[in-house]
């Protein structure tokens, strides 16, 4: 045990004094947690340059119309569009401050699309972070503003709208819950509505700005609801972290520290091979186990050691508050445990400190972009949020985010933790099996 | 006390070792002297466990083998690449070592301090031996093969690319080494260095021991004829003879003798001898 704990000091001052490699296991994530913490201060830690509301559109209904009505949506100017999210992912996201909104298109806005005038209203489901009141209402407009947009571009073809409200006007008749002293003044509106657009159509030049007016106006006044806003509130994070960007930045930065760290251990065992050191741990009273032992302890004290420091550095200087400082501990226990049995297998596979340089960055940076490293996964295409879950980088911040905002329960934090010790167990597995000290 | 049994070892088509044996008596030091690519590092491997052999047996005394861990502990070794860390100081590498060994805190520092006044670095102390020059960290390489106090030394080409200075100190630690009762073996490719310093010595060629023996044997049954030269007036005559001092005794008698050299074979002839080869090549 003593040699083990003798090999871990000893590399951890080796690293120490290796510039190169504390820039890049502490300097460097350091930087880039500050950085892009600055960057999306207040704007709600991330996504795209664009500087619209960062919402998710989710179309549960998947007709045509509520296709063209996303496109709508993505188009505006006021939205930054993510797609391609389950409603409780784009929930999450809004939870986490990572968008502000989530718009559902629920099943049924097609139907209520194509007969505007009758039935159950087109359903938007809004999901939005209470505590930001002014945005939801402005989130509510423009998509209010949207869907009658779209409505009133329907009076721009007054033919096919007259078709519309005839068999709305049929599905009303034959509509037995309507209370018999509303449908005289439904009759009338219909009949009115349809005068108006035999007119609109003669004159073969429909305004469709004025047009939308009587629609609104009918709604106001006969209670006609085409489209359906339901606001839900979104409960948010009892630290209020969706306004502090840098919640969302460290847990980013202190996975590119332990990216460092792993790669800098790795390249000291691959070192100790070519300098001829190593023959001097197998010569003395060691097994070969108690010398990978020591590789392994070092590296997870340093790579433990800089999450710490990070996250600490977070907590004192930007004021990121964990939800759960134990749950934060336990991801950055198994985050590190798992990049102990990365560092093993890129040793094992890695000839010269060149090559384990160049293989280590390749296949870490790999790990990161399709694990959420470099750009969130929810603004990441659909498959690559598949594809992400081969990724250790992927658990490891979701295990650090479930600590320090996701407010992760002992169970919500097993299934990451789990993850991360099988990936790490297995690697290293592997990677000691592989290891050829000569 | 030491044994190398029928050690046979090849890297792909290369037979590094093709049967050599070797019994090295404790107490004394016992030089491997042979050309670059005989087997020397190879055999010193295989000795030490970094290597096994394809067939063959190791006793390091008591039918101890080097697979076990407390058998280890009785070898020290200076390997032929300088085994340090570059970035720690000379201090802190040999701490490290010692550790490696199970020493204490009072033990490590006390052994380290004797080590490095013993190969005269102790103002270097806590340098990084980045900075150190070939002879300085081939005394280190060696200073740490001796931390743990071994009574079985292995020294692989300890003065390969050292200035003068540093040799004489590295032959003089390997003499003291054995003064104090240890076992050392000590490879080199340097005839003079074996001849000088060796009690007994072992000429190895591609993989297999030539001959062994102590110097003088070697010299004497393997070196062939000493040459006497006198110098007279008329000029020199060079006269080869396996009795030189009798030569001597007879051409010295005669008159007009103004000089004379002789000649005595070494270990370079005995070389010569049995491969046909310098070993200087
Ligand atoms: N790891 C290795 N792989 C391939 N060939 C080797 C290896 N080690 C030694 N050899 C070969 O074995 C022979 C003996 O080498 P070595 O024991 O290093 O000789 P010496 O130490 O006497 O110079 C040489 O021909 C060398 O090229
Ligand atoms: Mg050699």
Known sequence: ?438 | MLRLSNLHKRFGQVVALGGLSLHIPAGCIFGLLGPNGAGKTTTISIAVGLLAPDSGEVDLGHGGTPERAEVRRRIGVAPQAIALYDDLTARENLDFFARLYGLSGPQRRERADALLARVGLSDRADHRVKGFSGGMKRRLNLAAALLHDPPIVLLDEPTAGVDPQSRNAILEMARSLRDEGRTVVYTTHYMEEAQRLCDRVAIIDRGRVLAEGTVEQLVGTLGGSSVVTIQTDEGDTRIETADPVGELGRRLAAPGVRGVRVERPDLEAVFLHLTGRSLRD
Do not use: Y
Request: one cysteine or more.
């Open chain 1, 1 to 438: 045990m003593n040699a083990v704990l003798a090999i871990a000091i000893k590399d951890i001052r080796l690293l120490l004094r290796d510039r190169m490699g504390f820039f890049f296991s502490f300097f460097f994530p350091l930087l880039i947690a500050v950085f892009f913490g600055v960057v999306f201060r207040g704007g709600g830690g991330g996504g795209g340059a664009g500087s619209g509301i960062p919402v998710a559109v989710v179309d549960l209904d998947n007709t045509a119309e509520s296709a063209a009505f996303a496109a709508k949506l993505i188009a505006a100017s006021e939205l930054e569009v993510t797609t391609g999210l389950s409603p409780t992912e784009a929930e999450e996201a809004v939870r986490i401050g990572r968008l502000r909104g989530s718009i559902v298109l629920l099943p049924g806005f097609g139907e209520a699309r194509r007969r505007p005038f009758w039935g159950e209203p087109m359903s938007i489901e809004l999901a939005v972070d209470p505590s930001r009141a002014a945005l939801a209402s402005m989130l509510e407009g423009v998509v209010t503003r949207h869907a009658f947009e779209g409505l009133s571009e329907m009076f721009a073809d007054p033919a096919k709208m007259r078709g519309q409200v005839r068999e709305s006007m049929d599905q009303m008749r034959r509509d037995g819950s309507l209370p018999r002293a509303m449908r005289p003044a439904f009759e009338m509106f219909f009949n009115a509505l349809d005068s108006m657009l035999q007119t609109v159509q003669e004159d073969s030049a429909g305004e469709p700005g004025e047009a939308a007016d009587p629609a609104q106006a009918a709604a106001r006044a006969g209670g006609w609801q085409p489209v359906r806003v339901s606001t839900r509130a979104v409960s948010a994070r009892p630290s209020g972290l969706p306004t502090n960007s840098f919640a969302l930045t460290f847990p980013q930065g202190v996975i590119w520290g332990m990216m460092g760290c792993a790669l800098g251990f790795a390249i000291t065992l691959v070192m100790e091979r070519t300098r001829g050191t190593l023959l001097r741990l197998r010569i003395a009273p060691l097994s070969r186990m108690q010398i990978l032992a020591g590789k392994a302890v070092g590296c997870f004290m340093v790579t433990a050691s800089v999450a710490a420091t990070l996250m600490v550095i977070a907590r004192v200087v930007f004021q990121v508050q964990p939800t759960s400082v134990i749950m934060l501990a336990a991801a950055i226990a198994c985050s590190s445990a798992c990049f102990v049995g990365i560092m093993m297998l890129l040793a094992a596979v890695s000839r010269t400190e060149a090559a384990g340089n160049g293989l280590g960055w390749g296949v870490l940076l790999l790990m990161a972009m399709i694990g959420g490293g470099m750009v969130p996964l929810e603004f990441m295409p659909g498959f690559i949020r598949t594809l992400s879950v081969v990724s250790p980088i992927r658990w490891s911040l979701l295990a650090l985010e479930g600590g320090v905002f996701r407010g992760f329960s002992m169970a919500q934090m097993a299934a990451p933790c789990g993850v991360l010790l099988g990936i790490g167990g297995m690697s290293f597995a592997v990677g000691a099996r592989l290891f050829r000290p000569d």
